[in-house]
């Protein structure tokens, strides 16, 4: 059961979550939120998730490595597409870094902050499939998730995301 969200209240307002990762459509998606949530008057969230599944199998000094190799290089990203966003649209992006499986993060930061009302994910660039995440998210799988998806064509240019933002 998904919690009613508040981004609609007074002292509220409606934030856009985008998924910060390594793949050349990841733009896209930083680059159409940060266009709604400034033509809104929203607010936008950038998630950076640490997917460390051999972490827990190596020794505990080398995990912890791992793991902040892994922190310092999502630190990276996200403050590069915090430029990004501000640059483009004026707006200061939330940053957040978990670690987990993606699904299972993202329910947990929605669950957590009641204002973030729409998923934005861009479709990957190749003849591969959408996506991973697009994939995982697809399907009966988006049926059950508590906020709305928006799935943003990898290669649409600026321009054509400007006239749909």
């Not at 490595?65 to 290089?73: C, N, V």
């Not at 501000?86 to 707006?91: L, P, S, T």
């Not at 003849?127 to 697809?138: E, F, H």
Request: with cysteine.
């Amino acid at each position: 059961m998904s919690l009613k969200r508040q981004s609609h209240e007074p002292g509220h307002h409606r934030k856009f979550l985008v998924i910060v990762d390594d793949t050349p459509e990841c733009d896209r998606a930083v680059y159409y939120a940060a266009r709604r949530a400034a033509r809104t008057r929203g607010g936008l969230v950038l998630l950076a998730v640490l997917e460390l599944e051999d972490a827990h199998q190596q020794w505990l000094g080398v995990a912890d490595l791992m793991r902040a190799e892994a922190t310092d290089e999502a630190r990276r990203r996200l403050d590069a597409y915090v430029a990004r966003a501000r640059q483009v649209a004026g707006v200061t992006p939330e940053t957040a870094v978990r670690e987990g499986g993606k699904v299972a993060v993202l329910q947990a930061l929605i669950a957590e902050d009641r204002d973030i009302a729409i998923l934005v994910l861009a479709a990957g660039l190749n003849r591969d499939g959408p996506g991973p995440l697009v994939t995982a998210l697809g399907g009966a799988a988006s049926a059950a998730f508590p906020i709305p998806i928006t799935i943003v064509p990898g290669a649409l240019s600026d321009e054509d995301l400007d006239a749909m933002a």
